[in-house]
């Protein structure tokens, strides 16, 4: 496809806003929703609308294969099995899914050991602090580099006899760095150490296998990735969602219930208690197509690497903007850049690119220990999806210039 087509299937590209064609590039936050999940959502709300897994009649059982399919295709997108996918409202519920089970599942005890990369978003360490807590366990930070790069030379030293799980993005929501989950997740499990992978900012970028990156868990969220919000993912290797106690209670987490005590249900659906999201699950299914069709074009990818190196290029010419995330290999680096400009406050320059059509992200990204990191109050940030253009990219800098000139 190339990028008209692509954009084709994004109707919100076609608005205006102050008599400017929208340029949308808060797609780290959220992304535009895609046609076909759109579709998809709508027929389920308005066809195929009945609860899940209980009754018998016809539109419950294609409700139920719809959800169902979803699931799969969610394992095959993953390189899973179907019984290791946990449906959630999204990655911020997975993590607390997660940090709350585990902490109950007794594979973690007073005293052990929390590792977590200093470049995290708030939903990949309040859960924890929670769980800390409640259990008396310790939080370790994985430090970074001025680059944005994670410490991977003090790695090893970090994870210690009590340390159980650590726990990573796959991608910086500020930072945009691709961090080298294969090889952290090595350095884990050669001490023992459980890995979770945040990777709410790399399912839309890039070709995942949890299989290959050997990561024991895996979040992410359905709305980053062109499909409904309301939908998150929890991947979990079989074998220790099995040793983890629900999250919740309610219909349908449950194999039996007596007054005497209840039993419960089979993985992944002891994790679901309650109805679903009975339309917003199988608009995944299309969305993963989409992703799919991408990841296979290289003329869209070629395009899509144009854009970043532009960007890249041209944001560092411009007097008095600090970029924060530049690895040594720009090839780990997807298209989202996060700034400061000299002189110039981040939600000034946010509310005056506004008025030129341009939408971005201002503030702490919900990631207010990395600002610390980097002694900075908030920054401005521009994410980049598959629908953008080079045009757009362009006409990106040229406000910028002109916005940074206003405040100046």
């Keep these: 496809m190339n990028i008209s087509q692509i954009r084709s299937h994004f109707p919100q590209l076609q608005e205006k806003l102050y008599g400017q064609a929208l340029v949308y590039l808060d797609n780290a936050a959220t992304s535009l929703r895609l046609d076909s999940a759109v579709e998809k959502w709508d027929q389920m709300s308005l ?50 899914l997660l940090a709350f089970c585990i902490g109950e599942s007794g594979l973690l005890k007073e ?32 430090p970074v580099l001025d680059s944005g790069e ?42 023992g150490c459980l890995l979770s ?36 993912v929890l991947y979990g290797r079989a074998e220790l969602l099995e040793q983890l106690p629900p999250y919740q209670g309610g219909g349908e987490m449950i194999e039996s219930v007596k007054w005497s005590g209840s039993s419960y249900a089979g993985i992944p659906h002891r994790f679901e208690a309650g109805t679903q ?23 869209s990818a070629d395009y899509q690497l144009d854009i970043k190196n532009y960007l890249l290029s041209e944001l560092q010419k411009i007097e008095g903007l600090r970029l924060f995330g530049i690895p040594q290999d720009a090839s780990n680096k997807i298209p989202l850049f996060s700034f400061c400009v000299e002189g ?13 059509g341009i939408a971005l992200r201002s503030g702490q990204m919900c990631a207010e220990p990395l600002m610390d990191r980097f002694a900075v109050s908030g920054m401005l940030r521009a994410s980049f999806a598959p629908y953008n253009s080079m045009e757009e990219a362009k006409y990106f800098i040229e406000c910028l210039r002109k916005a940074i000139l206003m405040l100046k």
């Design 150 to 191: 994670i410490r991977m030379d003090i790695l090893p030293s970090l994870i210690g006899s009590k340390t159980r799980i650590c726990c990573v993005a796959q991608v910086s929501n500020v930072l945009g760095i691709v961090n080298p989950v294969k090889e952290i997740a090595r350095i884990c499990h050669a001490a």
């Design 47 to 96: 066809r195929f609308n009945s609860n899940l897994h209980r009754a018998v009649h016809y539109t419950a059982a294609k409700a139920t294969e719809e959800f169902e399919g979803a699931r799969k295709a969610v394992a095959e997108f993953l390189n899973a099995d179907s019984r290791e996918i946990v449906f959630t409202s999204g990655a911020t519920q997975s993590l607390n």
């Design 344 to 356: 110039a406050h981040h939600e000034d320059l946010a509310l005056i690119l506004d008025k030129m």
């Design 197 to 232: 992978v945040d990777g709410a900012q790399a399912v839309q970028h890039l070709k995942l296998d949890v299989k290959d990156l050997d990561c024991d868990f895996y979040s992410f969220s359905a709305h980053k990735m062109y499909a409904a919000p309301g939908v998150g």
């Design 277 to 299: 999201n009975i339309s917003g699950v199988p608009a995944i299914k299309p969305a993963i197509e989409f992703l799919n069709s991408l990841f296979e074009d290289k003329e």
């Design 111 to 142: 005293g052990d050991e929390i590792l977590i990369a200093e470049s995290e978003h708030h939903s990949d360490i309040v859960p924890w602090q929670m769980l800390a807590q409640r259990k008396g366990l310790k939080i370790k930070t994985i």
